[in-house]
């Protein structure tokens, strides 16, 4: 349960809105969301390729007019290590970027709509978009900050009937007397394929790869004594 919570919560802040009282302040967010995540692995006689990607699409009301408003994010990583030097290089970006960008839709796992996701976009283009890289040598220790080298991210995600769970959660969590949470809404979780490229990799194995919906989201924050 924790794990859809995760997804949502760190996507979901900005926009809530407050209610102050003399000794609170309650902080309410209701949004739903849709998100997919991808890891591959593979490897040849020259070194091996790990690729990891994610993306999010997060509605909810916006706080002054009421009027839904829709953001999406996405990241990926790329590490390739190479036998020869012990060397591995790994690519990073994250942030937003536009809604267009991530296609599809996963609802409640029944053929309708197909539970399926393409996420496409240029990490070198995107004004909301961070990149950066790094290099680790394992036979000196050394770790050095390398030039990044953005480009295309288009990965593609579809149910594939391996695994599926969906349900109600409900989570409260009380951090001394000066803050508590409480987190609930629905979920659907279903095992998916993943393929596509990464900065021109072509995605390999499939070690992990889910898409997922929460819906009803509410989360609540009370700051001060409760």
């Not at 995540?37 to 070194?47: I, L, N, Y």
């Not at 990044?148 to 349900?167: D, E, H, M, T, Y």
Request: proline share 3%; aromatic share 12%.
């Amino acid at each position: 349960m924790i794990m859809y919570c995760r997804y949502c919560c760190i996507l979901l802040l900005l926009g809530a809105f407050s209610v102050t009282t003399a000794a609170q302040v309650t902080t309410n967010v209701h949004a739903e969301g849709t998100f997919a995540a991808g890891d591959s692995f593979s490897s040849t006689t020259a070194g091996f390729t790990d690729t990891f990607v994610s993306a999010s699409r997060n509605t909810q009301k916006d706080a002054i007019t009421g009027q839904p408003v829709t953001t999406t994010s996405a990241f990926y990583s790329l590490c390739v290590f190479n036998f020869a030097t012990d060397i591995e290089d790994c690519q990073f970006g994250f942030g937003q970027i536009a809604n267009d960008e991530l296609t599809g839709d996963v609802k409640n796992g029944l053929g309708t709509p197909p539970n399926a996701l393409k996420l496409e976009f240029n990490s070198a283009t995107e004004p909301g978009f961070t990149v950066s890289a790094f290099e680790i040598n394992f036979s000196t220790g050394n770790f050095s900050f390398i030039p990044a080298s953005p480009g295309i991210v288009a990965v593609s995600w579809a149910k594939n009937g391996l695994f599926s769970s969906r349900g109600d959660f409900t989570v409260q969590n009380r951090y001394g007397t000066a803050v508590m949470t409480k987190q609930s809404g629905k979920f659907n979780n279903f095992s998916s394929g993943f393929s596509g490229t990464v900065l021109g990799t072509l995605v390999g194995g499939t070690i992990f790869s889910e898409i997922g919906s929460v819906s009803n989201f509410n989360l609540t924050v009370v700051f001060g004594p409760h």
